[in-house]
């Protein structure tokens, strides 16, 4: 499974998603914390600070890991991680903002502290997946640049396709865990049709194998 190369347009749709997926979190976030730290700019403040040093980490993490046997099966991984850490935001969110509330009286480093612990970590590994979709994408040097600012065209695109569908409608239609749910469930969508093309790849490419060692015998 590790030899095969996804199609362009795989790759291409999910890093939509992942671009998506950021931005509705990132969204969310303030709305998740309002009730322990309000809504202030200083809370906005501390959520955007948390995603941009998160998704900074995730995309030295990623181009480093891109260099050490790029293959389909790690970049389903890190889809399907970043749903199962997205999950606590969800179930725990309560346990972990009321101890940071009880502990620091500043909402400003309240809201910090709780943006640490519910999103650095899947925001990180959200941010892996753009520079291991570049590397997965090109194949000679010469096409790199182009392939790199195809891709963060569209999950840049995909961030504002995100910010938009969760402030304008998203919280109109469904509380706030039944989007994070959504969140969770296409991430987990997106690292299983990675795994499932890549494993009819992989087939076509045995059964291909298969007949022409028959041709020649």
Not at 15 to 21: D, H, R
Request: net charge positive; aromatic share 14%.
């Amino acid at each position: 499974m590790n030899s095969v190369s996804l199609p362009r347009i795989v790759i291409i749709c999910v890093a939509f998603v992942s671009g998506f997926s950021i931005m509705t979190i990132e969204m969310l976030g303030a709305r998740i914390m309002a009730p322990y730290f309000g809504g202030s700019l200083s809370v906005w403040g501390s959520l955007i600070t948390i995603f941009m040093l998160a998704l900074s980490v995730g995309y030295l993490i990623g181009g480093r890991l891109s260099t050490r046997n790029p293959n389909p099966t790690t970049f389903a991984l890190f889809f399907i991680m970043a749903a199962a850490f997205s999950i606590p935001i969800i179930v725990f969110a309560d346990a972990i903002m009321r101890p940071i509330f009880l502990a620091i009286e500043d909402p400003r480093y309240g809201s910090l502290f709780a943006s640490i612990f519910l999103y650095f970590i899947p925001t990180s590994i959200l941010g892996m997946i753009s520079p291991y979709s570049v590397r997965l994408m090109v194949n000679t040097h010469e096409h790199s640049g182009h392939m790199a600012g195809q891709l963060f065209f569209v999950s840049t695109i995909g961030s504002a396709g995100g910010t938009l569908a969760t402030s304008f409608y998203f919280v109109l239609w469904f509380d706030v865990n039944q989007i994070l749910w959504g969140a969770v469930a296409v991430l987990l969508m997106a690292g299983c049709l990675i795994l499932l093309v890549s494993y009819f790849l992989q087939s076509s490419g045995s059964k291909s194998q298969v007949r022409g060692y028959e041709k020649q015998t």
